[in-house]
């Protein structure tokens, strides 16, 4: 019994293991999985969907030249980077409830954007630009699918 436990039980640090390598796992692909865990309440699927959504503007505007895209990242990152616990759906308290890592989070976010810089300054790809998933969706599509 115990052999069956372990070989069905994954943890949490193992399904997030591969979470910010680059162009391996999409935000999209990576929130869809907490989504066939089943058994989430709607408060935590709320959560969840306000970190996607988070994790979405910092890299959709990481590198955003227009005045609308720079403020929407520097609300994101200014969100992620807090460590203020006072209030329900603070940065903290979401990855808390999620069985997240903050720091964890945090230094891939960090480690992205500047893997991102780096391939831009060598012209590789524009840091504007960001892939869609497999199928073409959207983290919002993903989450549109997983409320319906």
Known sequence: MVAKAKRGLISTQDRLAGLFEPDVLLPAQ??????????LDRERLLMLAV?????????????AKDPRGRQLFGEAAEWVDSFDRGWLFSFENICDTLEIA???????????????????????????????????????????KASA
């Not at 970190?51 to 890299?59: G, P, S, T």
């Open 30 to 39: 990576f929130f869809a999985a907490f989504r066939r865990i089943g058994g």
């Open 51 to 63: 970190l996607e959504d988070a994790v979405d503007c910092y890299q959709k505007y990481a590198f």
């Open 102 to 144: 903050p720091g964890y989070v945090r230094r891939g976010l960090s480690a992205w954007r500047e893997r991102q810089r780096l391939a831009a300054s060598r012209g590789r790809i524009q840091p504007t630009e960001r892939e869609e998933g497999i199928t073409g969706d959207t983290g919002r599509d993903s989450l549109r």
